[in-house]
């Protein structure tokens, strides 16, 4: 369990406007970044930060949305467990009590989601508002999942290894586009769903782990790489795809396109820096 319940990260004597210039806006509004985004965006700001209240703050926000991601993401498993089961076993099959059970947990999840909803959005702008005050607070019945994982992540040189993951997974959704059926009765769409959640996550980590790694190789080789060009080359990607998509071919979901857009150019510039960095520093 976290202790950092109504912890000062800095003070002041001084009234007035002048209260905030020891805060920092993205230590602040994390919380509410959490609120829409789950783990992904409190993940990425406790990343890339350096100042201290932002990484507390950063800290205590993902510590409570893992337990909302956790949530949600059995309540959706559930759910797409019922439909998977009830697409691919015939009716009178036994396995489909099984289905059942499954689709009632997921309802009875679902049902008490609504009020978990709202001590999440409670929970989030009360950790803001001890923020602008200068306080990190931890939230209530949150273990700390960040020191865990700190503990088993100690050393800075292995970042490398969560860059994996969206190589693996990326050409996955790719296969899967171009192999679907395109029927959304077919268990075979629970996957895809899945799929898609995971490009999401790793789309929205991966660039605050590259810069993480980064920062581990220039502190300890005389390679410095700037992470801008990694990152920056995706976005301007995703950029132009939005805009093609939207005025050159009217697309439905021009934002949808440019996230996958995104997606695939972070595949490539990770590829192409897990290549440079081994040549340069090797696979520590």
């Known amino acids: 369990m976290s202790n950092e319940h109504d912890h000062p990260t800095a003070s002041t004597t001084q009234p007035g406007p002048s209260i905030l210039e020891e805060r920092t806006l993205s230590g602040i509004f994390v919380h509410v970044l959490g609120l829409g985004t789950g783990v992904m965006l409190p993940a990425l700001v406790y990343l890339v930060a350096e100042n201290e209240f932002t990484r507390e703050n950063a800290r205590n926000a993902f510590n409570w949305q893992v337990i909302v991601t956790g949530v949600f993401t059995v309540?959706?498993?559930?759910?797409g467990g019922a439909i998977t089961i009830d697409?691919?076993?015939?009716?009178?099959?036994?396995?489909q009590y099984l289905g059942l059970a499954l689709l009632v947990s997921g309802a009875i999840i679902m049902f008490g989601s609504t009020l978990f909803f709202f001590v999440n959005f409670a929970f989030g702008l009360i950790a803001m508002g001890k923020a602008i005050f200068g306080t990190a607070w931890?939230?209530?019945?949150?273990?700390?999942?960040v020191g865990w994982l700190a503990a088993r992540t100690s050393d800075d040189s292995r970042w490398w290894r969560v860059l994996v993951p969206h190589l693996l997974i990326t050409p996955l959704l790719g296969a899967f586009f171009a192999l679907e059926s395109g029927t959304e009765n077919d268990p075979l769409f629970v996957v895809g769903f899945g799929l898609v959640l995971a490009v999401l996550l790793t789309s929205v980590l991966t660039p605050g782990v590259l810069v993480r790694d980064m920062q581990s190789v220039a502190a300890r080789t005389s390679w410095q790489p700037q992470?801008?060009?990694?990152?920056?080359g995706p976005a301007?990607?995703?950029?132009?795809t939005y805009l093609v998509a939207a005025v050159q071919f009217t697309s439905e979901n021009p934002g949808g396109d440019a996230i996958y857009a995104f997606a695939g150019a972070l595949w490539v510039t990770v590829l192409i820096y897990l290549l440079r960095r081994y040549r340069q520093v090797g696979a520590s």
């Open 227 to 232: 992470w801008l060009w990694y990152i920056g």
């Open 75 to 79: 309540m959706f498993g559930l759910l």
């Open 138 to 145: 931890a939230y209530p019945l949150a273990p700390d999942f």
């Open 87 to 95: 697409s691919v076993f015939p009716e009178e099959s036994a396995v």
């Open 236 to 240: 301007i990607v995703a950029v132009f």
